[in-house]
């Protein structure tokens, strides 16, 4: 065999290693946008409908997707559908990837899909404590959420307000927080979107009725924040300054024993605000991608019941713990199973 046809066969063996390697590779499941406008138009009701449910404005959420994962394109978002830079964190028990950031292979949370992302990221700013003054501004006040941000320590990078504003005020994002329903972005980078009045709210028997804004009074601050909100699929309001029981029953259509009933406390409870009242019935676990909880200093499980919109009764015996006991801080709550009996 010449030197010449002994090579060949080789040659096709690594090519067709080669060929098998790149059939292993996983199926990327975000999008690939590559460009602001196209991220836009593909995200844009994730982000309005994620507003609607947790108060986190659509704009800060769209250009948070756009800067933390390059419209898209980053390593993080096509291989974890991770759009928002969130790493693990205490308590994170779902999928991961590794990834050099300001320390070497940090972990980062991995979603099943971009919508999953997209949830976890709310939820990550309205239930994080540090990010709980944000939720007392002004919805439509990006600068002051994209200033608080920084001021939480949500990133390192010192410019990080600046660049979220700038991202908003250039593609116009600020009209997604207004209540309207925006039009398709147009293809040119800085077009700015057109909008339409939102279509009038009707009053339904099956559900409280939906209010679009109220203001709250927080110290020395008024805040506008969504009437009616939603978690784990059960509607809620936050008390404001002003707010009896008498008022909210009739605003909602709500018997006597209702708001006590939902909110597992006696019917001559006193009303404060800030506080969070269920206008339905808790559920007996916490909804999808809520698998635990770890218990700060301080914590009750009244309090992480109401958190999650879960039955105090159903908490309990979930973590087989008897009527009474409380948690210690670091302890992992179970919100979806029973906690194993070892």
Same mark, same amino acid.
């Given at each position: 065999?010449? $030197?010449?046809?002994?090579?060949?066969?080789?040659?096709?063996?690594?090519?067709?290693?080669? #060929?098998?390697?790149?059939?292993?590779?996983?199926?990327?499941?975000?999008?690939?946008?590559?460009?602001? #406008?196209?991220?836009?138009?593909?995200?844009?009701?994730?982000?309005?409908?994620?507003?609607? *449910?947790?108060?986190?404005?659509?704009?800060?959420?769209?250009?948070?997707?756009?800067?933390?994962?390059?419209?898209? *394109?980053?390593?993080?978002?096509?291989?974890?559908?991770?759009?928002?830079?969130?790493?693990?964190?205490?308590?994170? !028990?779902?999928?991961?990837?590794?990834?050099?950031?300001?320390?070497?292979?940090?972990?980062? $949370?991995?979603?099943? #899909?971009? +919508?999953?992302?997209? *949830? =976890?990221?709310? =939820?990550?700013?309205?239930?994080?404590?540090?990010?709980?003054?944000?939720?007392?501004?002004?919805?439509?006040?990006?600068?002051?959420?994209?200033?608080?941000?920084?001021?939480?320590?949500?990133?390192?990078?010192?410019?990080?307000? =600046? @660049?979220?504003?700038?991202?908003?005020?250039?593609?116009?994002?600020?009209?997604?927080?207004?209540?309207?329903? /925006?039009?398709?972005?147009? !293809?040119?980078?800085?077009? /700015?979107?057109? !909008?339409?009045?939102?279509?009038?709210?009707?009053?339904?028997?099956?559900?409280?009725?939906?209010?679009?804004?109220?203001?709250? #009074?927080? &110290?020395?601050?008024?805040?506008?924040?969504?009437?009616?909100?939603?978690?784990?699929?059960?509607?809620?309001?936050?008390?404001?300054?002003?707010?009896?029981? +008498?008022?909210?029953?009739?605003?909602?259509?709500?018997?006597?024993?209702?708001?006590?009933?939902?909110?597992?406390?006696?019917?001559?409870?006193?009303?404060?605000?800030?506080?969070?009242?269920? @206008?339905? !019935?808790? *559920?007996?676990?916490?909804?999808?991608?809520?698998?635990?909880?770890?218990?700060?200093? &301080?914590?009750?499980?009244?309090?992480?019941?109401?958190?999650?919109?879960?039955? @105090?009764?159903?908490?309990?015996?979930?973590?087989?713990?008897?009527?009474?006991?409380?948690? /210690?801080?670091?302890?992992?709550?179970?919100?979806?199973?029973?906690?194993?009996?070892?």
């Amino acid at each position: 065999m010449t $030197r010449k046809t002994y090579y060949i066969p080789l040659i096709i063996l690594l090519i067709a290693l080669a #060929s098998c390697r790149s059939l292993r590779q996983p199926v990327v499941s975000t999008p690939v946008t590559g460009t602001a #406008s196209e991220y836009i138009n593909t995200y844009k009701d994730l982000a309005v409908k994620e507003m609607k *449910r947790t108060g986190v404005p659509a704009s800060i959420t769209l250009a948070q997707g756009m800067l933390e994962s390059d419209y898209g *394109r980053s390593t993080l978002a096509r291989s974890g559908n991770n759009h928002f830079g969130i790493k693990c964190h205490n308590g994170w !028990t779902g999928p991961s990837i590794r990834k050099h950031d300001d320390r070497r292979n940090e972990c980062f $949370r991995k979603y099943k #899909s971009t +919508e999953e992302s997209y *949830r =976890d990221h709310s =939820d990550f700013l309205r239930t994080g404590s540090r990010y709980s003054f944000l939720f007392s501004l002004d919805p439509s006040d990006y600068k002051g959420w994209a200033r608080g941000l920084k001021k939480a320590g949500y990133a390192t990078d010192p410019k990080y307000a =600046d @660049l979220l504003i700038r991202k908003i005020e250039e593609y116009s994002l600020y009209n997604f927080d207004r209540g309207y329903s /925006v039009a398709s972005v147009k !293809t040119q980078e800085k077009a /700015v979107a057109k !909008t339409i009045a939102p279509a009038p709210v009707t009053r339904q028997s099956a559900a409280p009725p939906p209010v679009r804004e109220s203001e709250i #009074s927080f &110290g020395d601050v008024m805040a506008r924040v969504p009437r009616v909100m939603e978690n784990n699929r059960i509607q809620y309001i936050i008390v404001k300054d002003g707010d009896t029981k +008498e008022k909210i029953e009739k605003e909602f259509n709500l018997l006597k024993w209702e708001l006590a009933r939902y909110n597992e406390v006696k019917e001559d409870f006193v009303l404060f605000p800030g506080q969070v009242l269920y @206008l339905q !019935t808790k *559920r007996d676990k916490a909804e999808a991608g809520n698998e635990f909880y770890i218990a700060a200093a &301080g914590d009750t499980m009244y309090m992480i019941s109401q958190k999650y919109g879960i039955k @105090l009764k159903s908490l309990l015996e979930m973590n087989r713990m008897g009527e009474g006991k409380e948690p /210690v801080a670091g302890q992992k709550i179970w919100l979806q199973n029973v906690k194993p009996a070892n």
